[in-house]
């Protein structure tokens, strides 16, 4: 998610509660943190932007972390909004809503089959034969053959007799 101009333009002219009050609302929203990450980055070259911490006593203890206290963390920004607090909370997070925010693993992809291969390949030499380039034609009549070459191998290894 790109910045929005609404955002870029309120850390240039410096409002910092505006800018902590949209990084809050990024944090809290958004279950990929995309949105918060992009934004706490732009806004570290604020000056002022991060409190000092004011040294409340912080909840060091996990299995005592429940909603009740993540909730606590965000109220607490906005008295005092430092860099220990926010990352406290992101570790709250992550303990209270494992499922929304814990370690994220990018998605499987499907293994490219023989027959997908052999398909673009003879899509390639087609589009190379149209726009009458011999060098295109040939690389997809090699990725064509490889295809097939896989295809087979695809087909052995479901049925090795």
Same mark, same amino acid.
């Given at each position: ?6 955002? +870029? #333009?309120? =850390? #240039?002219?410096? $409002?910092?509660? $505006? ?15 995309? #949105? ?22 912080? $909840? ?22 430092? +860099? ?13 809503? /494992?499922?929304?925010?814990? =370690?994220?693993?990018? /998605? ?15 899509? =390639? ?19 064509? =053959? ?13 049925? /090795?007799?």
């Amino acid at each position: 998610m790109a910045l929005t101009p609404q955002f +870029k #333009d309120a =850390v #240039d002219a410096g $409002e910092v509660s $505006e800018v902590r009050s949209m990084i809050i609302d990024a944090l809290s929203s958004d279950p990929t943190w995309v #949105d918060y990450l992009e934004k706490a980055d732009y806004a570290q070259q604020m000056e002022g932007f991060f409190d000092a911490d004011d040294g409340e006593v912080a $909840e060091k203890d996990s299995s005592q972390w429940n909603e009740d206290y993540m909730n606590d963390l965000f109220a607490g920004l906005e008295s005092n909004f430092s +860099k220990e607090r926010l990352e406290l909370l992101i570790k709250v997070i992550q303990h209270v809503r /494992p499922k929304e925010h814990g =370690v994220r693993e990018l /998605p499987k992809r499907k293994k490219a089959s023989g027959r997908d291969i052999m398909f673009i390949g003879l899509m =390639v030499a087609v589009a190379g034969f149209y726009v009458s380039q011999t060098s295109l034609m040939i690389a997809g009549v090699v990725v064509a =053959v490889g295809g097939v070459a896989a295809f087979f191998i695809d087909q052995y290894r479901k049925d /090795p007799q």
